[in-house]
């Protein structure tokens, strides 16, 4: 059927937007005409009543029609702009509910290490590096993981102190932990056979001699890091913009941002006030910034594209690096049960004091230890002080003793998890906790089953930040060769739907925006992907092929694909 709009009688009226009033109101006698129709899609709306639909009409910076084709048609004015999607599959726009932006634009700018199969590897690519640098000039890299090598031990830095004798070297492992420097490095951060251990870090050292062997773990860290000179303000911007463009590209339209300084707030709101940004960003400031101390809670910043309302802990470290804190000793090392980074009266205090302003609080833990002593700390502190909504967050909750698992419902605390963390982690963590603990690791299925939501992430630049890289590991529960058959520990598996859930509508529970986002309905922001396949009924093998074609954020067309 052919529209002639000429010959209408609507008339199209001018209506203020703003985020308080999502409801554009019509009445029998005036029509809204839409900015910008997407028509003849296949789209996954997350809206329990209106799942499928086939057009969708945008309005300013949010969803003005979700219906079909001879619905939607009927909001295209002279001035709107049509997007014919010829089958193409939408789905609401992605968020990434754990993520460092700053750091993943860092490691865009560094040696990318993830992936790497050998300390060989490593050590040609640090030689390269090293010729285009200036002597003294640092070398950074970060991704490695010793448990993708022959030999699964920590390295040790002999044979990196001869590739880089004059540049000092710190490599990252991939989950963030621990660093791996060479001669150079220690040279200039003064760490000899004399230092002392650091509280809560571990220097790696040659049993006999006492002498650092390379790595260091946890609070260690800080030993090198301190040293390297640090991101100039102008760098941590751009590193910022390069990871937002990374990101919108991945088809994500938002992202939490789990420990975020002064720094890395001033340029979110100097981007988000010149309409920069981009990328929606909910802030959780890191507990050391004296920031939520000293501001209240801001929220919707800028037409919506940046919120401060979070503090984010750690209660321990990673499992890889054995720094996560577990109820039982390691089975791979015994008598190391990793360390406690906070106790329970701590993170009581401290969530205490996030709760009395106002913020949310998300806390660090992967060991079962660690899980139990936030979820203590955090029982204690709603006695303390009883807040209606607060939906206080464990970051990763990652290995759960079974009788934790149904207190995150009974609580109403969220976890938020990385399903690409099981899927990285698959191949050692049995030996990190024994059959039996292992159970309780990654345990979607189990938490969810108690009633709770998982928003989903990828903590990049730990993972890879494409969504639809969680959204197959979620229902796979396999690496991307297939491996292993069946998936691990299936029975943990996510529904498609459910790994979608906690990428969109999920995502934004955590945040409190389950309101203006994380679904495709009248009145929400009008944040879309427009994916290349219908992921909901492709072989899941066929996620990881799946093209982001174009990802929308507040109506603007953000990114496109080139053909
Ligand atoms: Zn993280």
Redesign the pocket.
């Known amino acids: 059927m052919k529209l002639h709009w000429g010959n209408s009688l609507v008339i199209p009226v001018l209506l203020l937007l703003t985020s308080c009033e999502p409801a554009i109101r019509e009445t029998d006698s005036v029509t809204v005409f839409a900015d910008t129709v997407l028509i003849g899609g296949n789209i996954i709306t997350m809206d329990a009543g209106n799942p499928r639909a086939q057009a969708l009409a945008i309005k300013g910076d949010k969803i003005l029609l979700v219906g079909t084709d001879p619905e939607v048609r009927k909001k295209r004015g002279k001035n709107t702009k049509v997007i014919k999607l010829n089958g193409k599959t939408v789905v609401p726009g992605m968020i990434d509910a754990?993520?460092?932006v700053l750091s993943y634009g860092n490691s865009l700018r560094s040696l990318n290490l993830v992936g790497t199969k050998s300390l060989d590897e490593i050590l040609n690519m640090v030689k390269e590096k090293s010729k285009q640098c200036d002597p003294g000039e640092w070398i950074l890299g970060r991704g490695w993981d010793q448990n993708d090598w022959d030999e699964k031990k920590f390295p040790a830095n002999d044979k990196l102190n001869e590739v880089s004798p004059y540049n000092p070297v710190c490599l990252t492992r991939i989950c963030?932990h621990a660093v791996f420097v060479n001669k150079k490095a220690f040279s200039l951060a003064r760490v000899t056979k004399n230092t002392p251990d650091v509280p809560g870090g571990k220097i790696i050292r040659d049993s006999k001699t006492g002498e650092p062997t390379g790595v260091l773990v946890d609070n260690a860290i800080g030993l090198v890091t301190l040293v390297v000179p640090g991101l100039t303000f102008r760098q941590k911007r751009e590193c910022i913009e390069l990871a937002i463009r990374d990101c919108l590209k991945a088809g994500l339209t938002g992202v939490h941002d789990?420990?975020t300084g002064g720094d890395e707030i001033r340029i979110y709101k100097e981007l988000a006030k010149k309409g920069n940004l981009g990328l929606r960003v909910y802030v959780m400031i890191s507990a050391g910034s004296s920031y939520w101390l000293e501001n209240r809670p801001e929220t919707g910043l800028e037409g919506g594209f940046l919120t401060l309302r979070a503090v984010k802990l750690f209660s321990d470290g990673a499992l890889g690096s054995r720094g996560a804190a577990l109820l039982e000793p390691y089975s791979d090392e015994q008598g190391n049960s990793g360390l406690l980074l906070m106790e329970e009266g701590e993170i009581c205090k401290t969530a205490c004091e996030a709760l009395k302003r106002g913020f949310q609080v998300c806390t660090?833990a992967i060991g079962d230890k660690a899980n139990r002593t936030v979820l203590n700390g955090y029982e204690a502190a709603l006695k303390a002080m009883p807040v209606k909504d607060y939906r206080l967050r464990i970051?990763h909750a990652q290995v759960l003793a079974p009788e934790d698992i149904p207190r995150f419902s009974k609580l109403g605390v969220i976890p938020s998890m990385q399903p690409t963390h099981c899927t990285s982690d698959m191949y050692w963590a049995t030996d990190r906790l024994g059959t039996e603990r292992v159970k309780g690791a990654y345990a979607w299925r189990s938490l969810l089953d108690t009633g709770v939501r998982i928003p989903g992430g990828s903590?990049f630049p730990?993972e890879s930040n494409k969504p639809l890289w969680g959204i197959y590991a979620a229902v796979t529960r396999r690496d991307h060769k297939g491996f292993p058959q069946g998936g691990w520990h299936p029975k943990q598996r996510m529904t498609f739907t459910e790994a979608l859930r906690s990428f969109t509508i999920d995502a934004a529970y955590a945040a409190f925006e389950e309101d203006i986002k994380g679904s495709l309905e009248i009145g929400k922001l009008a944040d879309m992907v427009v994916l290349s396949k219908d992921i909901s009924k492709v072989a899941p093998k066929e996620i990881l092929k799946t093209e982001i074609e174009m990802t929308i954020v507040g109506g603007r067309i953000v990114y496109r694909r080139k053909e």
Do not use: L, R
């Open positions: 754990h993520c460092h963030g789990a420990n660090h970051e903590d730990v």
